[in-house]
Every structure is written in structure tokens, then in C-alpha cells.
């Protein structure tokens, strides 16, 4: 909201450039800064807890608190109301207040200019006396306004009620608008007339003579009233319109100016438009007497910042913020305004004392943090992670943060037939799904960087992905890719990986799948910590890249564990030297493999067997030869020759029997 | 044969080597040249034969000049040797970059979580992480948010298609870190001091300063007698390491429907040192988080009660600090996977 310096002045004496109050306005809570404008004016932006602010006498009772000086609240005429000779209906939880005030014989013009200055300031565009003058009045009070050509309500009825299903109101801004029984109406006797603090109608809108719309308007009824905020809020909200009421209304309205807006604003239009107060309609549901109290000890504002503020000076700030405070003993009872809907506690009280007394007063002290009750919970796990990380990134890997939102498209090319969850609210078709892995975001990434002439690419990301047991969980997922021009070398660089982590213990379990090729899940100890592939031509097309690309998974929760710490263990060296033997066999891949080799050896090896060893694989007219070196010892004593052959024939026996041709 | 003659020509052709080959010289020319000179079939045997052969009383004569041309010749091929022995062990091009993989880095986000939470972990602060499947009772109602209440805009959520859950509200994306604030002090006895970094979500368009996704670092304290100068002095130092040690700090009131009081945290710019510049738009000062003192209706989701505790908390963007910190103009680089700007930190 706007206001100019002068309009301000009205109110409270400061003498403060507009530069000067904009910053003082600031560091108090109220963000603000200069506009260009022909006079001195300032604009502000608030927080959603002060809605008072949106009125220059709001604005006013920040400056009075911030100068000390006293606030001086417009005179506003007692007006006598006699009846207004029409009828007026308020259903239930439609309004709290209804001021309906109807003035005959007004001449619609332009207003003084003084008047259209002002709201020029405000960054209002003049429209006639009438509109101006309501206008006026809610920048002055925050309290909207409305006129309606009382000639335009049908059967000099107005009705405050919930629209019909189906109803339709066409708009001052020449929109036919489509209602809900959710919205609140005022109604003639046929139909809608206006959207209650929100938008008025088109039909029943002022209109100045000679318009082209026949006859001007020459009685009209001011409607001042508080609309629910809820209710204004969905409205406003479904409909997508923002109107200086409605944003009013759905952040509060000070239940007492409804009455004091109604009569300034009666009286003006008088002074200003001509015509005289017929009478008025007045539904009110409004208690003033429920008062809120709030008591604040002298001294709870030192005690919960630290800043000891004089009692006298809590005194006097909190009075000019509009609050009545009594001493009782040691303790403030503080009675909160009608316009404060955000204090209810005395930590309330304890910020407004504060921020005008100055955060800029708040001493610097470090705490002393003895005891944490958390200490040392999660940092095992964080240690473990950034170890994995490090590994990662020792073998040429970068990080990765993608979206964790994917596509339909990419659900049903990566993940067809999981039950995957939705984003009901979402901004993009790119971005509907949540993602069971990285994978999805990793493929993109290498698109991104394919695309940029970047084409060995190694890429991973630690992330919390959807977990498939149960569909809200989440677990923590270590997805990787690598991308290279030929399948062995980006199968390598995944494969160390695995080395690298799990040092051997990894098995794998080959799997058939249609999205990938060479797959498998992959087991440590027994337990299926993740899987790892190609990714087939027919998906990663999809993604424009024509270089292999593997990828790993692993389940961080079940990964985390065995790889902590605290459950490593020391084995104890050779103290004597090592028998070592090796042995070169052809092995037929489509029917065994590594894994089975060395499990068949280590089971055969006997207990000296300590370490199996691939040093050497080549290809010759179709057939693979494997090398391995065996090293044999005991902790207390040198192997001989006729121990270690023994275990190499039995094992020789054993790979034989596994149909493997040995090549020594 | 006129062996002095023929030493003549053998001490020239020596001249010649030394002339044509004044550095090194690779190793199979050098053993053509041994063998030439010094071969069976060369000059110096012959010149040997020819000693064998000569009259006595020439013999001595001769054989010291034919000794002493070998030995000029064996000098200079050995030292010609002891030269390739040398080089052998000379990197020929030591500024030649390696052909081997280069390093993988962290994600600059990684790295500047990393870094916060070190510096609050210095300053008592535990780490802890929690789950980005929220409910509404966590995402906002434990944490004062009215939901019916304007100050909801600010914190625009993704909802998940999942049944509602009786007690818990909705499923949703959680907006923002603080409902770990609840989550901790459901699961442990006060005193805590705790820092929770992660992901967070908000519908927002994706524009060069806006992303749906994002990183948050939460940090609160509960224990007696904390009070809200504590806050500044932590984010003071909190800053100080992270920015430099000259920043100057400028506490705002502000609202936060969590804490009661509120404060925006400006530090004073670091590129201009607070004279003006177009990172602060010319104010001198940045802001950089939001904090306060935690409301008691937070501090009441403590199940042994909250009686005589108080407590801080503060939540920062880790986008906008790296932006900050590194000149990053977009913050959608954050998330392309970009090598070419993973590489960079």
C-alpha cells in the first residue's frame, strides 16, 4: 500500500524525510521505500499478521509509536439513522456486520482534485466522487466500501446470502462470473448484485449523467460491512480476482471501523456529491465487550531477548500502538485493540515493545549449548554417506541434484505397472509423478550434457526416493550412471564401484527385464541391496543418446549398515610368506561366471585359502579365458608344497566337475 | 697401412662425433656407431691386427697410440651412455597433462550444506534429516499455520493424490524444513540443538530465480534460558565464517507464524562492503534468513511438557546462499547436471 507523507502528517507529527521514515518503518517490521509520485509518498509491503496496516491510520499508529508522538483519528459525525426504506437480509455466517446507508438526490461527477491527488498517490485511478470518496475512506480506515444505484436493486431489497448453484453475476470489470454455493452474494429481489468483498456488480454500478446509459445515478446505498474471511478467501481464490476489498477482508477488518467508515464516508458524500441521508439498515452480530487481556510481566521482555527496555518506555510504546495498558503490581494488563487480531500471548507484546524500542539494541552472546540430546544420533550414518560420496568421486563421478518430480512419460518408459505417487496440485505435465529413483533425473542430465558434445559422462546422485513397499515412505537411494562410447568401458566404471564399496562381497543375480539389458540385482550377505544394467536402446532413445549408458542402484538404508564403522573388523596378516599358485582356465560365460568360479574355489580352497584373485581375462575365437592367482597361508607356520597341492587339486577337481577346461 | 695416418683419421672421425652429436643420442645410433668404431670388423681392431703384426720396436709406440684412440672412443661412447642412462630417468615434458580420469566433485549444494552444518556443528548444533512425504499436522498446523489464513500463501504446497490421514491431515511435499522442529521434539527430550538440511518443495514456475525444488537448512535450539539475543550472536558467527569476517548483521521484525518474535537477517553486503552495489540493489545489505524465538504453541508439541523452556530457530535458502557466495546468476544450473558447471567447484 501507498500513502503520501502529507496525508500521514494529518494524522501524527513526525518530521522525518520520506527516506528517513521509510527506513525507520523498515527496521520496525514495516517494510517500505520511496515512490516517485508528485508528492512525497511512500510505499509499504506487509506481513500477513497486520492487516491494520493496509489503512493510513494503521501506517499513522506505527509512525505515532515510532516518533512517540500522538495519533490524531479523523472526526468522524455521529449520524443520525433514521429507517432506510428498504429492506435488508443477512443470512447466517454471511456477515458479522451490515451497514447499508441509503443517500438520495447525489450528483455523479468528477470529485476536488485534492481528493483525486490523493488517491493518485495511493496509486488508485479516480472513477467519480462517489467511488473516490469510498475509495477514500478504505485507505483512510482499511475498511472497503461499496455504492450500489439503489434505482438498480430490484424490489428495494438487498440480500447478504450464499449463492445459488449455478448463479452468475456479471462484474464491474465486465466478466460473467459463475457462482458456488461457497460463495457469499449480496442479492436484489432477482439476482446477484455484487460478490460480497470482493467485486461489485455490473448492473448496479454508479454511473455519472449522460453516460450513454440513459440516466445517471442519483440515489445510491452505501454498504459498509465484515465479510468472513474464509469464505472471501475461497471465493476470491476459485474466481482468481484480487481487489484492494478483497485482500482486505481475507486477511481482517477492525469489526469498529465498519461503523465509523459507514459515516465518514455518508457524511462526505453529502459535503461532496450533494443529496441528503434518507436512512440506514443495521445488522450486527458484533460484541464489543469481548475484550482480550493479556497480561506481560515488567520483566518477560529482558527475560525472553535479553534487552532490558525501561518499564516506562514498554508503557508508552505499547499505548501508542493503540494498546490500553493498566499497571497492576509488576505486571502490565495489556487490553488488545480490535484491530489486532495477531497478539494473544505476551510474546506478542514482548516483539512490539522490541521492534520499536530497536532489534538493533539486541546484544550478541553465544549461547552455551552444554547438553544436545541429539548429539552424535545421525553422524555415523553422515560419515558413512560422505565416505561412499568420496569413493564415488575419487573414481570421476559428479553429483547430481534433479528434480524429484517426473514425467507420466517417463513413469511409464522406467517404472510401467509400479504404482507411483501423484502431485494432485501440480505446475507441469514435466513434473507430476514422484520418483521412485534418480534414475529418470540422471538420464536427463546425460541428455543435457550428450547434448552439449560432453559424451563419457560419469554421474550420481544420493537422494530420498519414494520407497515401493509402502507408498508414502521414503528411502535414500545412490543412483549412478555412466556413459561411454563402448559397453565394456562404461560397464567398467560402474563395476569398480561395486569393488570399491563391497570389496568382493557383492553377488549378482542376473534378471531378464525389458528396460534394461545385462541386469541384475545385486546381493551383499544374502540381502538385495540394489540392481545394476544397461540401459536398453529402446529407453535411452528416448532420452537422445546413442553411447551405452549403465547405471547402479543401491538401497542406502540396507547399504548403510555393513559399510558403518563400528562394524568393520581387523583380520590378522601373514606373518609367514604366502604360497601362491595360478590357475588359467576357458570358461563358458553363457553358463558360468566369476562369481561362480570363486565361490567353487574358496568352498574347495580349504582354510589357507585366503584370497582369490582374477589377474587376467582374454577372448580367443569366441571363448573366454580366465587367470586367477591363489594365495595360500597360515597364521603360525610356511605352507609347504604338498599341503598347497593337495588344496589345488581339490580344487582343480571342483572346476572340472563345474565343466571348466583348465588351460595349464 | 699408415697406422699414423690412419690414427689421424680415427682421432677426426672421433672430432667429427663429438661435433655432429653434442647432446644425447639415442640408443641404436650409439650402438651403430660403437659397432662401427669398435666392432669386430673396425677400424680400431684392424688397428689392433696391425699392432700385432708390426716390428717390435714400433710395437710400444704403436700400441699406445691404438690404446689411447679405444680409450678416446670408449670414453666418449660411455659417456654418451651415462647421458641416456640420465635422460632415461628426465620426464621429457613435465607441464604434459595426464590422460587419466579426472575427479568427481560433490554437488556445489552438497558442499555448501556441508559447510553450514560444520559451522553450526562447531557451535553445538547436531545434525538430523527427516522426510520430504509431509502431512499437514507437520508442514503447518503444529507449526501455528492457520490454514485458513492469507499467511498460508507463502507457503504453497504440493499435495500428494493419498487419502488424507485421520489425525495428520494431508499428504504433501513438505514446503519448507521446519516441520522437523516437530518431529524432533516429539522424538527427544529437550536440551536440543539441532540443524536439518534437505530438500523442500513450493508450485512455484521454474525461472532463473525460482525453482519448485529447493534447499533448506533449518537450525533450532530448546533448552531453559535461551533467549533472542542468542539467535544474533549465533548467526552472527554463523555468518562471519560462512561470508567473511567483516560482515555486519541487521536483525528486521517480521512475521513467521513459528516464532514469536520474528526477525529478518540481513548481513551486510560483502562485495560493496555495505557502500551500494547491484547485488544489494545499492541498500547496502542482503537478506539472507528468516528467525526467531519459537512460539509456545510449537514448543507445546513437546510431549513432557514446555514448561520454563524456550527456544530459537532460524531456516536459510542454500540456493540463494550459494548464489551469493559463488555469483551464480541462474538457479536452474543447480539442477541440470551440467559437468561443465559441476566441474567448476
Not at chain 1, 274 to 288: C, T, W
Request: proline share 5%.
Amino acid at each position: 500500500m501507498r500513502v503520501s507523507l502529507d496525508w500521514l502528517k494529518e494524522l501524527v507529527d513526525f518530521d522525518w524525510s520520506a527516506e528517513e521514515l521509510a527506513d525507520r518503518l523498515t527496521m520496525a517490521g514495516l517494510n517500505a521505500w520511496v515512490v516517485p509520485c508528485e508528492l512525497p509518498s511512500i510505499e509499504v509491503e506487509i506481513t500477513s499478521n497486520r492487516p491494520d496496516w493496509l489503512s493510513v491510520i494503521g501506517i499513522g499508529r506505527e509512525v505515532s509509536a515510532l516518533a512517540r508522538s500522538r495519533l490524531r483519528l479523523p472526526e468522524v459525525p455521529d449520524l443520525e439513522l433514521k429507517d432506510g426504506d428498504f429492506e435488508l437480509e443477512v443470512e447466517e455466517d454471511c456477515a458479522l456486520r451490515y451497514f447499508g446507508l441509503r443517500i438520495d438526490g447525489v450528483e455523479v461527477g468528477p470529485s476536488p482534485d485534492w481528493l483525486q491527488k490523493r488517491l493518485l498517490c495511493c496509486g488508485i485511478n479516480p472513477v467519480n466522487n462517489v467511488v473516490d470518496i469510498t475509495n477514500y475512506v478504505m485507505l483512510l480506515f482499511g475498511q472497503p466500501l461499496h455504492a450500489f444505484d439503489f434505482d438498480r436493486i430490484n424490489g428495494g431489497l438487498l440480500r447478504v446470502r450464499r449463492a445459488r448453484k449455478g448463479e452468475k453475476i456479471e462484474t464491474i470489470d465486465h466478466k460473467e462470473r459463475i457462482l458456488s454455493p461457497e460463495d457469499i452474494v449480496i442479492a436484489d429481489a432477482v439476482s446477484p448484485v455484487a460478490l460480497a468483498g470482493i467485486i461489485g456488480g455490473l448492473s448496479s454500478e454508479i454511473t455519472p449523467p449522460l453516460s450513454g446509459q440513459g440516466r445517471g445515478t442519483t440515489r445510491i446505498l452505501l454498504e459498509s460491512a465484515l465479510f468472513p474471511r474464509v469464505p472471501i478467501r475461497r471465493t476470491r481464490q476459485r474466481l482468481g480476482i484480487s481487489t484492494e476489498a478483497s485482500y482486505r477482508f481475507e486477511r481482517g477488518v477492525d469489526p469498529v471501523g465498519v461503523e465509523k467508515a459507514c459515516y465518514l464516508a455518508g457524511d462526505m458524500i453529502v459535503r461532496l456529491c450533494g443529496g441528503r441521508i434518507v436512512g440506514a439498515k443495521v445488522y450486527d452480530r458484533y460484541d464489543p465487550s469481548q475484550k482480550r487481556i493479556v497480561s506481560l510481566p515488567f520483566s518477560t521482555v529482558e527475560e525472553l531477548t535479553g534487552v532490558k527496555v525501561p518499564v516506562k518506555e514498554q508503557e508508552e510504546i505499547l499505548s501508542h500502538l493503540g494498546f490500553k495498558v493498566k499497571r497492576i503490581g509488576k505486571t502490565f494488563d495489556v487490553a488488545v485493540p480490535s484491530f489486532r487480531f495477531d497478539v494473544g500471548i505476551p510474546e506478542d507484546l514482548v516483539e512490539e515493545v522490541l521492534r520499536i524500542y530497536g532489534y538493533d539494541k539486541l546484544p550478541s552472546d553465544l549461547p552455551c549449548i552444554k547438553a544436545n540430546s541429539l548429539r552424535g544420533e545421525f553422524s555415523p550414518r553422515e560419515r558413512t554417506l560422505r565416505e561412499i560420496a568420496q569413493i564415488l568421486q575419487a573414481r570421476g563421478y559428479f553429483e547430481c541434484i534433479s528434480f524429484s518430480l517426473i514425467s507420466g512419460k517417463q513413469a511409464e518408459l522406467l517404472f510401467p505397472g509400479e504404482r507411483l505417487l501423484k502431485v494432485s496440485n501440480t505446475i507441469s505435465r514435466d513434473y507430476t509423478y514422484l520418483r521412485p529413483s534418480a534414475l529418470p533425473g540422471l538420464l536427463s542430465s546425460l541428455r543435457y550434457n550428450a547434448s552439449r558434445g560432453v559424451k563419457e559422462v560419469k554421474l550420481y546422485e544420493i537422494s530420498q526416493v519414494l520407497s515401493g513397499d509402502t507408498l508414502c515412505k521414503e528411502r535414500l537411494e545412490l543412483a549412478l550412471v555412466s556413459m561411454a562410447r563402448d559397453m565394456g568401458s562404461a560397464y567398467a566404471q560402474v563395476r569398480v564401484v561395486l569393488q570399491d564399496l563391497f570389496k568382493g562381497k557383492e553377488k549378482f543375480v542376473p534378471k531378464k527385464d525389458r528396460r534394461f539389458a545385462s541386469y541384475a540385482e545385486v546381493l551383499v550377505d544374502g540381502e538385495r541391496v540394489g540392481d545394476v544394467g544397461k540401459v536398453r536402446k529402446r529407453v535411452s532413445q528416448e532420452f537422445d543418446l546413442k553411447d551405452p549408458v549403465f547405471f547402479l542402484r543401491l538401497d542406502l538404508e540396507k547399504v548403510l549398515k555393513p559399510l558403518l564403522g563400528s562394524q568393520k573388523r581387523y583380520r590378522p596378516l601373514p606373518n609367514f610368506p604366502a604360497v601362491e599358485r595360478d590357475l588359467s582356465m576357458w570358461v563358458d560365460t553363457s553358463r558360468i561366471s566369476h562369481q561362480d568360479l570363486v565361490e567353487e574355489m574358496q568352498r574347495r580352497g580349504g582354510e589357507f585359502l585366503k584370497e582369490v584373485r582374477l589377474i587376467d581375462v582374454f577372448r580367443k575365437e569366441g571363448r573366454y579365458s580366465y587367470a586367477y592367482r591363489l594365495r595360500f597361508w597360515a597364521e603360525d607356520r610356511t605352507l609347504t608344497d604338498e599341503e598347497v597341492n593337495r588344496f589345488v587339486g581339490e580344487i582343480m577337481e571342483g572346476l572340472k566337475a563345474l565343466g571348466v577346461e583348465l588351460r595349464i | 697401412m699408415d697406422w699414423r695416418e690412419e690414427v689421424k683419421r680415427l682421432e677426426k672421425a672421433l672430432e667429427e662425433l663429438r661435433s655432429r652429436y653434442p647432446a644425447i643420442i639415442p640408443s641404436g645410433e650409439l650402438e651403430k656407431i660403437r659397432t662401427e668404431f669398435l666392432g669386430k670388423k673396425g677400424p680400431i681392431k684392424a688397428l689392433f691386427d696391425f699392432v700385432k703384426k708390426a716390428p717390435a720396436e714400433e710395437r710400444r709406440e704403436l700400441g699406445q697410440f691404438a690404446n689411447k684412440i679405444k680409450r678416446a672412443f670408449e670414453e666418449w661412447i660411455s659417456e654418451k651412455r651415462n647421458l641416456l642412462q640420465e635422460a632415461e630417468e628426465e620426464i621429457p615434458d613435465l607441464s604434459l597433462p595426464a590422460f587419466l580420469p579426472d575427479l568427481g566433485r560433490p554437488h556445489i549444494i552438497t558442499q555448501t550444506i556441508e559447510e553450514i552444518v560444520s559451522i553450526f556443528e562447531e557451535l553445538g548444533f547436531a545434525l538430523a534429516t527427516g522426510p520430504e512425504i509431509e502431512q499437514e499436522f507437520y508442514n503447518f498446523s503444529a507449526l501455528n499455520i492457520d490454514i485458513t489464513h492469507p499467511s498460508r500463501d507463502a507457503f504453497d504446497t504440493f499435495y500428494l493424490d493419498l487419502p488424507a490421514d485421520k489425525e495428520k491431515g494431508r499428504y504433501l511435499l513438505r514446503s519448507h524444513t521446519s516441520p522437523m522442529q516437530v518431529r524432533i521434539m516429539e522424538a527427544y527430550e529437550p536440551p536440543f540443538a539441532v540443524v536439518v538440511p534437505g530438500r523442500v518443495y513450493r508450485p512455484d514456475a521454474v525461472d532463473s530465480s525460482h525453482s519448485f525444488m529447493f534447499h533448506q537448512i533449518e537450525g533450532f535450539a530448546v533448552d531453559r534460558g535461551i533467549k533472542f539475543y542468542h539467535l544474533k550472536a549465533v548467526l552472527w558467527e554463523f555468518a562471519r565464517r560462512f561470508f567473511d569476517r567483516s560482515v555486519e548483521l541487521r536483525f528486521r521484525p517480521h512475521y513467521f507464524p513459528f516464532t514469536e518474535p520474528s526477525a529478518e537477517v540481513d548481513v551486510s553486503c560483502m562485495f560493496c562492503k555495505g557502500k551500494g552495489c547491484s547485488v544489494c540493489k545499492g541498500t547496502g545489505w542482503i537478506e539472507v534468513l528468516g528467525c526467531g524465538m519459537i512460539h509456545p504453541k510449537v514448543l507445546a508439541n513437546i510431549p513432557s511438557g514446555s514448561e520454563g523452556l524456550t527456544g530459537i530457530a532460524f531456516g536459510l535458502g542454500v540456493e540463494r546462499m550459494c548464489m551469493l557466495r559463488y555469483g551464480i546468476p541462474d538457479i536452474r544450473l543447480f539442477y541440470t547436471g551440467d559437468v561443465r558447471f559441476l566441474r567448476q567447484f
